[in-house]
């Protein structure tokens, strides 16, 4: 390869204009708006896909967010649009199938509206896409995908493969992120090495009605083949029969419901989740996946840092995913605009560790809090079996212990990475005025 060019062509390249780099985007053009960005992403940015003309899908595909999310989403100006159709999750109720321990969590017990929001992610995309859409400083690449990347000397950035209709080319940024999510074919390329931990489980997602409107409340139900989780979905201000499911299912055991009709899909749903929503009347589309968790233990190199599902993937029934995932991408900005205001290279080892270290206290907790879950409610021993249903029971009666589980499971246990642009702002500056010595 020949010489890097003085002038870098952008300052953060993001390889995936999904969820996570679109967000990612928004924050780095709220927050650092003098960084020249570039998204590549493999599918075609779809300007046509407005607003006004969306229209809820039965079997669209969901994600739960967390409160502390709503207000990274409010502090990045797009919540008002993205609440249009976010279906508020003011209860959750946790138990264990055929055992008499339960806790409930309310958002009013905690001051606060809900405790976390369900949004359809094809209206949590049209909603960031019409928001970066607005923001001049963003180059949208696509549809176009980064084959490899290699880190230029002395700091000076990296040099990245791109291609575009086929054709090769070359783009140079300080920072490359890789964004690409759980099946990432760039972190593997580059030889980022993957930690693996299989369930021996599938996921199956479905959208399903009942004949119970669900009261705005998230189930959390584990049995003795895997946990399940039932999320409300439909109209924010009325409450419906319309849920988003996750199903843990064993290899024979899904294999057994695809084979079945959609009765036989319902009487066995309803056999496994018990009445607590009333009966189960329609299943929509399955789509399902295996189990891991998969953790890249050096997320970050001179010139790059992976984000998102790239750099970690949790079991999905305590829905912190893409959660862990919002507040990293925060971290990761804050980073950014301290080293913009002081002169250092953003993709250096200084910059992109100080973000490693302030992400990898709140990824090891949340992988913690979720990973025990499984453990802990996955076990079929009668002694574990009566010592969850204490531990169950405890956090329904302590408040102390009830505060703590529902700050883990809104997302508001860590740091604070939604500050307003003022503060941003005075915080630049004070960076700025200690650089030259105020």
């Known amino acids: 390869m020949v010489d890097t060019p003085c002038r870098l062509d ?10 996570a780099g679109a967000s990612l985007a928004l924050a780095l053009a709220r927050y650092a708006p003098a960084l020249r960005v570039t998204v590549v992403e493999s599918f075609p940015l779809r300007p046509d896909a407005a607003a006004d003309s969306y229209q809820p899908s039965y079997d669209a595909r969901s994600t739960a967010l967390a409160w502390g999310s709503r207000q990274i989403f409010e502090a990045l100006g797009v919540w008002p649009q993205l609440s249009r159709h976010a279906t508020p999750i003011a209860h959750i109720h946790v ?12 958002a009013l017990d905690h001051q606060q509206p809900a405790l976390g929001y369900v949004v359809d992610n094809r209206w949590l995309g049209i909603t960031l896409t019409q928001a970066l859409l ?3 400083q963003i180059n949208w690449c696509a549809p176009a995908r980064v084959e490899g990347a290699e880190a230029l000397p002395d700091n000076r950035g990296v040099r990245v493969a791109l291609v575009a209709d086929e054709q090769a080319s070359q783009l140079t940024a300080q920072c490359l992120v890789i964004a690409d999510g759980g099946r990432s074919g760039l972190r593997e390329a580059l030889g980022f090495r993957v930690d693996e931990q299989g369930y021996d489980q599938f996921a199956v997602i479905a959208n399903v009605s009942t004949d119970k409107p669900h009261d705005f409340t998230a189930f959390e139900r584990f049995t003795d083949r895997g946990p399940m989780a039932l999320l409300p979905r439909g109209n924010p201000q009325r409450a419906s029969g319309e849920a988003a ?6 290899a ?6 695809l084979a079945k009709a959609e009765p036989e899909r319902l009487a066995t749903l309803q056999e496994r989740f018990g009445w607590r929503q009333g009966r189960f ?14 953790t890249v233990a050096q997320p970050v190199r001179p010139g790059m840092v992976l984000v998102g599902n790239a750099a970690h993937t949790l079991h999905p029934v305590a829905g912190q995913g893409f959660n862990l995932a919002l507040r990293g991408l925060m971290a990761l900005t804050a980073c950014f605009v301290q080293a913009q205001a002081t002169g250092r290279p953003l993709g250096s080892l200084a910059v992109l560790g100080q973000y490693q270290q302030a992400h990898e206290q709140d990824m090891r907790q949340t992988i913690s809090f979720s990973d025990s879950l499984i453990q802990i409610f996955g076990h079929g021993s009668p002694a574990l079996a009566a010592l969850r249903d204490l531990g169950l029971l405890g956090l329904d009666l302590v408040p102390e212990a009830r505060r703590l589980f529902a700050r883990q499971a809104m997302g508001t246990g860590g740091r604070d990475y939604t500050m ?5 702002g005075a915080k630049v500056t004070d960076a700025e005025g200690r650089k030259h010595g105020h």
């Open 10 to 19: 952008c300052d953060v390249l993001i390889a995936g204009g999904g969820m």
């Open 95 to 106: 138990s264990d199938r055929g055992r008499f321990g339960a806790t409930r969590l309310h």
């Open 134 to 136: 607005a923001c001049p």
């Open 245 to 250: 499911l996750v199903w843990t299912l064993a």
């Open 252 to 257: 024979d055991e899904l294999e057994a419901l």
């Open 281 to 294: 009347t329609r299943v929509g589309e399955l789509a399902h996946y295996p189990l891991t968790l998969t």
């Open 420 to 424: 307003s642009a003022q503060q941003w």
